[in-house]
């Protein structure tokens, strides 16, 4: 299993059931300096070296708690290591919540195949019931990293009080997808309308500095306390 997002443009999923560094320049002329802003790591001479997490090197329905993974390149070798902590704020988790699965339990109590995701293509997985419910997985990396980037499975919004997925980050992102409130910031992101086709979106941070965490907070906007939802969490690409 392997998505790279830094090298391969994200291919469109469909459900198949229910919901369906350009560089920074300065120059002077006389009496008069014009500087252009560079963006994050314009001013970088280094290039990014990036690697691929593959979730998949732990077994399907491995829980994540305790884990360590690692990320790899076949021409970089072995990257940053990866271990991500979990911290639920209100709500109950599913059978499938912070796991490596292609799977979920959606607010009826039936699991479901994660839109786009399969046996071979797995990722963590977020899946909370309750009104409301919250939870915040924060992925600590071994070293300083320059930008993440990673594919988001089945943001979707069903009813307000069954299922209305929401995620937010604690760096900045653009993302692109389609049907979003925002693409860019650090969230809440949201569907604005109900499920109709459903593709998955494409997560890249834009932090100006690097960083050593990066948290992600699934929130089900909903008002049933019977009210579920479930998010996949794709390959990451690493990059330093």
Known sequence: MHVDVDRAEVSKR???SRRALVSGAAWAAPAVLTAVAAPAWGAASVPLK???M???QLATGTSLTGKTLTSSDPVLGAGPTMSPTLAISSGTATAYNFEVDYRGVWYDNSTLVVAGMSTTNTGM???LRGA???ETVTLSFSQPIRELSFVVYELNRWTTTTENDTLSFSQPVSITGTGLNATTGTGPFYRTATYSALTAITVRTTATSAFSTFAITYLDAV???SGGGYVGIGDLTICV
């Open 14 to 16: 469909t459900s198949p």
């Open 50 to 52: 990036c690697y691929t």
């Open 54 to 56: 593959d979730w998949g």
């Open 125 to 127: 997985i977020l899946n």
């Open 132 to 134: 409301n419910a919250t």
């Open 223 to 225: 008002t049933a306390s």
